[in-house]
């Protein structure tokens, strides 16, 4: 920020040359010298946006000249990016002209994880996979050996169109869910019939915010202004995680809980409020369905004492952090992270934080609610998705479902659909799937091998899958098993359009720079896959041949995204981001959109699901073995990408860290420093350990990520376990990621 501030005001007084750059820059590399001794009107300006999986997804401005891309700022326009990106946005420059960019198509010549690459051209590339398609739908009549592994590495809505490529070549298999939020997912709409949240910039408005198992000093910085505002007028800020966080650093209280008990603490806070009298009782009674039963359950089931020794949270602190909501007074909010739910109890988790929000009232408030996330602002045409099979295409009939056989019984049903497999057990699916096997994976703004659970299984189901293409812009280690790997661009070579699944801005994507290298954006591969297919069989493919990225973009817009935004032409997006102009308080006057209008302490539909009508306690999963492996996200990097940057690398030190507890390093002969060995049933890891009483005793901790020159992986100890819900609304159920546990020794 401050270096940002710096070049602001360089900038706004036209001309940089008059510094006296050796007192002030002394720190500064030539690179960045530069320039501070331009002018502005020197560059060429486009508008950017951040593609990832992240909460802020920034509206970057950047900088081009001579054709090069110099360098990037924040939006202003964006009251949410604010002039400023984060540390992983700051390095984009690098990530570009990285040295290790992928730059044409290859094909691993000596098999998966040979290592003999050999160069190829688009259309070979193109054409071993075209024939490929090909070859399965003759041989099994139809596309269900073809699978597509894709999930967040780019989540603009662009990029859909790679789903859609798939759609435009029949039915086909499909790795659906996510490996994200899928429990709280359901237990949001179990309770509320939507996951829908408020404008995160009217937290500066809340007397209270717990942060409840989220770390947005690390996740979701631009945030954390609104946060500060609160705190500064007043409000308490309160961070439950079972790690001590870089948020819970920034709180006014922290509250260490034990992993996958929260349900217990919510329902213990929400007993004791409804005891002490102290619940919206008016708004109870004219918002909430099955809030009698609720309370039955409580009485039954629930009590300080209980949630205490459960949690580890002192009967004391709990009373405390119930009635200091209520107190604190209205409107005062909760912020359920993601990476609470990553449990085999995460949806009911979630159930019950939410039960305790709605007892206090402060749904449908601005400043207030339960906040999780949102899809709000994702009303786009989807316009590449649209296509369909071709015609006679013929495809799955038989149950949806995680590991669903296709049913081949005379194919009685009309309708033909996808097939949908589990992306939460990638290895298995791909290992175990029949009728037909899977023999065409394409894999593309995905890393499975990084970010999957059972690395060592997916090495098999890789090796069993006749091709794997991979598309990406890096080499990693999902590249390093495929058989054809596809080099993409990043997104300042390409159109896009991006939206947040949590604050409410719009920012259109610029292609900026000319492709580098051979790289080629994924629809124009899609386009160049479908006119390759239907010149060896006509009739193949019905996605565009053509590429126009402006034009696509330009399909995406409709009348109610441009009343929602207050717009009457997409290009208006070029002056910068746009935000919502409604929706920005979610359920408002307590309308929800559950079955019975009301918040749903008792949910029809979760018992549909499987799960409790109530939000009850539902423990979690059983250690197997001896301590608790925790993996969860890190400011330097997004999932794998960014920390195999060489900047990234050198800014933080570049590798990776077991972090635990002094007790259990001491029983173990550990001192700071040493090297570890992490083992599990699952596989085992090595790396140096950290120790520290930011984690507590009994449980360790090591941020998931992609390291530079290396394949480190987290998920080596990661198995499949299934969360309690996502079944519903994302197609399978989350994945209980932090339900791990390990064996640590030194070496
Ligand atoms: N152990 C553990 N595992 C986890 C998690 C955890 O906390 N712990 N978190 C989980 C969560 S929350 C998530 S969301 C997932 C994320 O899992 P993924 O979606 O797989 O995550 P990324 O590593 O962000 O991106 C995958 C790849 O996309 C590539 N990519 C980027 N842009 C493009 C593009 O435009 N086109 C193409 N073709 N490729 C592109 C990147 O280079 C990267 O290799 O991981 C999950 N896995
Ligand atoms: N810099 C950066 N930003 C990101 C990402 C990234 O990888 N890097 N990823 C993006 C994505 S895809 C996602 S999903 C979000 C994730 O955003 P967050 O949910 O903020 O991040 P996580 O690190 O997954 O988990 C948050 C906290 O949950 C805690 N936790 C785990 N189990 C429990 C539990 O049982 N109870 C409680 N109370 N807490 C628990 C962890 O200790 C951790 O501190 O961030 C997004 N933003
Ligand atoms: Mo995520």
Redesign the pocket.
């Known amino acids: 920020m401050e270096r940002r501030s710096f070049l602001k005001g360089l900038f706004a007084s036209g001309v940089v040359a008059s510094f006296p750059a050796s007192t002030v820059l002394k720190a500064a590399d030539e690179q960045e010298l530069k320039h501070y001794y331009t002018k502005k009107s020197d560059y060429q300006i486009y508008r950017n946006a951040c593609p990832r999986?992240?909460y802020d997804t920034c509206s970057i401005v950047s900088y081009v000249k001579n054709g090069r891309l110099e360098f990037l700022e924040g939006a202003e326009e964006s009251t949410y990016t604010n002039g400023g990106l984060c540390v992983k946005g700051n390095s984009y420059v690098r990530r570009v002209y990285s040295p290790e960019r992928l730059r044409t198509p290859m094909l691993q010549v000596g098999g998966k994880g040979s290592g003999l690459w050999k160069r190829i051209s688009w259309d070979e590339a193109l054409e071993r996979i075209a024939k490929q398609f090909l070859k399965l739908k003759k041989q099994d009549g139809n596309l269900l050996g073809a699978c597509l592994s894709k999930y967040?590495g780019n989540f603009d809505i662009m990029h859909y169109g790679i789903e859609g490529m798939f759609s435009s070549l029949g039915y086909t298999s499909r790795l659906v869910g996510?490996?994200?939020?899928p429990a709280g997912i359901d237990a949001q709409n179990f309770d509320m019939g939507n996951m829908w949240c408020n404008d995160p910039e009217d937290m500066e408005h809340s007397k209270q915010i717990i942060l409840w198992g989220v770390n947005p000093a690390e996740t979701s910085i631009h945030s954390f202004k609104y946060i500060y505002k609160a705190q500064e007028k007043g409000a308490k800020v309160i961070v439950i995680d079972p790690l001590f966080t870089t948020t819970a650093a920034k709180a006014d209280e922290f509250v260490q809980i034990r992993p996958g008990t929260d349900g217990a603490l919510a329902l213990a806070m929400a007993k004791h409020i409804v005891e002490k009298k102290l619940y919206d009782k008016k708004w109870i009674e004219k918002n909430s369905h099955g809030f009698s039963e609720f309370k039955e359950y409580l009485n039954k089931n629930v009590s300080t004492k209980w949630a205490s020794e459960l949690t580890g949270v002192p009967e004391k602190v709990i009373t405390m952090l119930a009635e200091g909501f209520v107190k604190a007074g209205k409107p005062s909010s909760v912020w359920i992270g993601?990476g609470m739910q990553r449990h085999s109890n995460g949806g009911s988790m979630v159930r019950a934080i939410d039960a305790f929000v709605a007892l206090t009232g402060n749904i449908g408030l601005k400043g207030g609610g339960a906040r999780y996330g949102h899809l709000q602002t994702w009303g786009q045409n989807y316009y590449l998705m649209g296509f369909g099979a071709p015609k006679g295409s013929t495809g799955y009939t038989g149950a949806v479902g995680p590991m669903g056989e296709f049913d081949k019984g005379g194919g009685a049903k009309a309708t033909y659909t996808d097939r949908p497999l589990n992306i939460n057990k990638t290895a298995r699916e791909l290992l175990e799937t029949k009728s037909p096997e899977i023999n065409l994976l394409w894999v593309a703004c995905k890393n499975p091998f990084g970010q999957d659970a059972n690395r060592n299984e997916l090495i098999k189901a890789f090796k069993k899958v006749e091709m794997v293409v991979v598309a990406d812009q890096f080499f990693n280690e999902s590249a390093k098993w495929a058989d054809i790997v596809l080099p993409v661009t990043t997104q300042f070579e390409e159109n896009a359009l991006n939206v947040s699944y949590w604050h409410y801005w719009m920012s259109i994507n610029q292609a900026a720079i000319k492709p580098l290298f051979e790289a080629k954006n994924d629809i124009e591969i899609a386009c160049l896959l479908s006119k390759k297919i239907n010149s060896l069989e006509a009739g193949s493919c019905t996605f565009p041949q053509e590429y126009d990225g402006e034009k696509f973009l330009s399909k995406e817009f409709n009348e109610g995204l441009y009343k929602q935004f207050g717009m009457k032409d997409y290009r208006e997006l070029l002056k910068g981001p746009v935000k919502a102009k409604s929706g920005l308080v979610a359920w408002e006057g307590g309308k929800f959109g559950t079955p019975s209008g009301k918040f749903e302490f008792k949910s029809a539909k979760a018992k549909e699901f499987g799960n409790a009508e109530l939000p009850v306690f539902l423990e979690g999963r059983k250690p197997y073995d001896a301590l608790r492996f925790m993996s969860p996200?890190t400011r330097f990097g997004l999932?794998s990408q960014f920390q195999n940057l060489d900047w990234m690398s050198q800014f933080n030190g570049g590798e990776p860290f077991l972090y635990i507890n002094p007790k259990d390093a001491l029983a173990r002969g550990i001192k700071d420093l040493d090297l570890v060995a992490v083992s599990n049933k699952n596989g085992q890891l090595e790396l140096k350990a950290k120790v520290t009483d930011n984690v507590p005793a009994g449980i360790t901790m090591a941020y998931e990520g992609w390291y530079r020159g290396s394949y480190f992986n987290v998920n080596e100890l990661v198995d499949d376990t299934e969360a309690d819900m996502g079944k519903w609304k994302t197609g399978m159920p989350g994945i209980a990621i932090h339900d791990q546990f390990v064996s640590v020794r030194k070496i």
Not at 178 to 181: L, Y
């Open positions: 999986n992240c967040s996510t490996p994200c939020w993601y996200h999932h």
